[in-house]
């Protein structure tokens, strides 16, 4: 068994797949209409067959306060591995990306959290 799919809810598919492809450097993978939203998801370069991430849309009533609460106390919605968080922190907050947690050093796995724009809070991480 292997992790096929996964998802963040979004405010804003458009947005999002433009932070998502542009900022972070995924690519899209999938986009289906249905109805006013679309199946859309995006993948990494590195791994085009890999594991999916759905940039869901928030429009069910849980989403929000589920998603306020999370952000409210620092807890991000998903992870990212990066070869190295210092370099990712430097070049994204050069692209104007606002993080809620600099790179911190825990032991072997240094983090960092930021503002993915659409409602999420996003860690990326690196174990050494």
């Not at 109805?35 to 085009?48: A, Q």
């Not at 306060?65 to 952000?71: D, H, Q, S, Y």
């Not at 600099?102 to 983090?111: A, D």
Request: aromatic share 8%; charged share 25%; net charge negative.
């Amino acid at each position: 068994m292997k992790i096929h799919l996964s998802s963040v809810f979004v405010d804003d598919q458009d947005k999002a797949l433009r932070f998502y492809t542009d900022v972070l450097g995924f690519v899209k993978k999938t986009e289906v209409p249905l109805g006013e939203d679309r199946w859309l998801t995006v993948v990494s370069p590195e791994n085009p067959d890999g594991t999916e991430l759905l940039l869901e849309p928030a429009g069910h009533p849980a989403v929000r306060p589920f998603r306020e609460a999370l952000a409210k106390d620092g807890i991000p919605a998903t992870a990212f591995a990066v070869d190295d968080v210092h370099a990712e922190f430097d070049r994204l907050r050069g692209l104007g990306v606002r993080f809620t947690q600099e790179p911190l050093e825990m032991g072997p796995v240094t983090t960092a959290v930021l503002d993915d724009t659409c409602g999420n809070l996003i860690q990326i991480v690196h174990h050494s």
